[in-house]
């Protein structure tokens, strides 16, 4: 019994929540990093002195910052159902009398 108790934890409930820290910290890094992108092309398109090369360049630096927070977002959720999975399992082991 111990040793499948042992068995889901090395393989399912500590794996996920490293995989869910992990994400969340890099979810926040990209976030931070979004929203200064963000900023940035707002000021360059008050600006009004920049190029339509320099305006665009700067929007698809954007992308590549959402891109990334929602790889980080996907790859946290998956950790959750990983480490539901393993502690839906250590619930439903049945004791043996």
Not at 1 to 27: D, E, N, Q
Not at 36 to 60: G, I, M, P, S
């Amino acid at each position: 019994m111990k040793a499948r108790i042992a068995i889901l934890l090395i393989t399912l409930v500590f794996p996920g929540v490293a995989v869910v820290g992990t994400s969340l910290y890099w979810f926040n890094l990209d976030y931070a990093a979004l929203g200064k992108a963000e900023n940035y092309v707002q000021k360059l398109v008050e600006e009004n002195k920049v190029t339509d090369r320099q305006l665009e360049y700067a929007y698809h630096r954007t992308f590549i910052h959402r891109i990334n927070v929602f790889a980080d977002g996907t790859w946290g959720l998956l950790g959750g159902v990983i480490t539901a999975l393993g502690i839906h399992g250590l619930v439903t082991i049945k004791e043996k009398p």
